[in-house]
């Protein structure tokens, strides 16, 4: 059984704002700033540090005050502009500030997470005055409009994860802006640095580690492997016989196969992140426009014209990206559907199979389209989702208290990951899963013929 008192998972999902209240607190017969607006359980209330007392739905809170759930309970609490905080169970959070100015219109919401498990669902921040932030006993962890997963180990260790828009760590005076889809560190006593990811090709596995260098085991039959000379790398995508990675400068380093051009990605530049299809690559730039290079038989390389792109995903002939507003665009093979995402919106993070695509929403939800002859798109009941990958015929997911869950066929054991714990990512290959745990070990299940599970003596901490 999870420890839960042991770590923490914080999502924040930015929604739209309507900045209304007063500074410093309700006046008059204004609404109170925060209220109870869920208690399951188990649930106490501290008034402004008093003594504990049980706490009921419809309760106001404020500045001072502390909320805590018991085993099986939880608890949510909604603030005067529309933000949430749930509580899972074990949960204590104190709310250390809380104001939203009349004049400008401004909120300030900084919440100290002492234990337990947390999602936030925060209101754009309509100016630079404005913060929602989560102190943690290492550091700070904030957001400017976007959706960031928060880890917080019992030593105060913490792990920021930007999972779409402008994300921030704070530790030691140092503060660091954190890109999409990678992790910032922060161990107590030191400032933020970058940390780890994993990728999964169909039959082998990248890792990279904090020292921004790149491991790699599995097939190496067209050199997908030999990554062993990168330096200052900082996100890596990896795809059959061919991995990518971008470096902290903005360019773009590839090895494997080349037969259809999918290395050629030399003379790229202003790279932030980039995703890697059966014979193409994807790679997103800092303003929000796309490249591409390799095969484009099915038109999947056909993203010239697209702006405002936040992430990307490639199937094996088709490509995915999420736009700004949490709509999804796509190109590609379409024969079972894999590109119809036109109706999906609140996306917050995509994945894509080589015949389905699999999409996260800021509720926690997932939504999935393309082929399903193994059940890999039966995702409609998962809950709680923060991260998703697709294999060939199988979909792993990351739940928010770090454990995951898997659907499609197992024909190798590869959906064998309800066991796991403390994970903060998932990658899946035709028939293998590998979960990042936020120690910096990996966990696997599925095919190993290649070697591609081969990863128990990795840290990538």
């Known amino acids: 059984m999870?420890?839960?008192?042991?770590?923490?998972?914080?999502?924040?999902?930015?929604?739209?704002?309507?900045?209304?209240?007063?500074s410093g607190g309700p006046t008059g017969n204004a609404s109170p700033l925060a209220s109870l607006s869920e208690a399951v359980g188990d649930v106490s209330v501290s008034n402004d540090g008093g003594s504990w007392s049980g706490a009921h739905t419809g309760m106001s809170l404020d500045t001072g005050d502390g909320i805590k759930t018991g085993n099986n309970s939880t608890a949510e609490i909604t603030f005067l502009d529309g933000s949430t905080i749930e509580l899972e169970a074990n949960t204590e959070i104190d709310i250390?500030?809380?104001?939203?100015?009349?004049?400008?219109?401004?909120?300030?919401?900084?919440?100290?997470q002492i234990i337990g498990d947390t999602i936030s669902r925060v209101t754009h921040l309509i100016d630079t005055a404005s913060s929602y932030e989560i102190d943690t006993a290492s550091g700070t962890a904030g957001v400017r409009g976007s959706v960031m997963l928060v880890h917080v180990d019992a030593d105060g260790?913490?792990?920021?994860?930007?999972?779409?828009?402008?994300?921030?760590?704070?530790?030691?005076?140092?503060?660091?802006?954190?890109?999409?889809?990678?992790?910032?560190?922060?161990?107590?006593?030191q400032p933020p640095k970058l940390i780890m990811m994993v990728a999964a090709?169909?039959?082998?596995?990248?890792?990279?580690?904090?020292?921004?260098?790149?491991?790699?085991?599995?097939?190496?039959?067209?050199?997908?492997?030999?990554?062993?000379?990168?330096?200052?790398?900082?996100?890596?995508?990896?795809?059959y016989s061919h991995t990518v990675g971008v470096k902290a400068n903005g360019t773009v380093v590839a090895v494997g196969w080349n037969g259809d051009g999918q290395c050629d990605v030399g003379n790229w530049t202003g790279i932030v992140?980039?995703?890697?299809?059966?014979?193409?690559?994807?790679?997103l730039r800092s303003d929000g426009t796309v490249v591409a290079v390799g095969d484009n038989t099915y038109g999947q390389r056909n993203v010239e014209d697209w702006t405002h792109i936040t992430q990307l995903a490639a199937g094996w002939y088709h490509t995915v990206g999420i736009k700004s507003d949490g709509t999804v665009i796509a190109v590609g093979d379409n024969a079972y559907g894999q590109c119809d995402v036109m109706d999906w919106t609140d996306i917050i993070q995509v994945a894509a199979g080589p015949y389905h695509t699999v999409g996260v929403k800021s509720d926690g939800t997932v939504v999935a389209v393309g082929l399903d002859d193994s059940g890999q798109r039966a995702v409609a009941d998962w809950t709680d989702i923060v991260q998703v990958a697709a294999g060939h015929y199988h979909t792993v997911g990351v739940r928010s208290d770090g454990t995951a869950v898997a659907a499609g066929g197992n024909y190798l054991g590869e959906c064998d990951?309800?066991?796991?714990?403390?994970?903060?990512?998932?990658?899946?290959?035709?028939?293998?899963?590998?979960?990042l745990k936020s120690d910096g070990t990996l966990v696997t299940a599925g095919d190993d013929a290649y070697g591609q599970c081969d990863v128990g003596d990795w840290n990538l901490k």
């Open 2 to 22: 999870r420890e839960k008192l042991l770590s923490v998972i914080v999502l924040i999902v930015l929604l739209t704002a309507t900045a209304v209240g007063c």
């Open 96 to 112: 250390v500030s809380l104001e939203i100015s009349t004049d400008t219109g401004s909120k300030t919401i900084t919440l100290d």
């Open 157 to 189: 260790t913490t792990v920021v994860t930007n999972l779409e828009g402008e994300v921030y760590a704070v530790a030691q005076g140092v503060e660091v802006d954190i890109p999409v889809g990678q992790s910032f560190i922060i161990t107590p006593g």
């Open 201 to 239: 090709g169909d039959f082998h596995t990248v890792g990279l580690s904090s020292g921004l260098t790149v491991l790699a085991t599995g097939m190496n039959d067209d050199g997908q492997c030999d990554v062993g000379d990168w330096t200052d790398i900082s996100y890596v995508a990896a795809s």
């Open 273 to 283: 992140r980039v995703a890697a299809g059966y014979q193409h690559t994807v790679g």
């Open 417 to 435: 990951v309800t066991e796991w714990e403390g994970v903060i990512q998932v990658a899946a290959g035709e028939q293998h899963s590998v979960g």
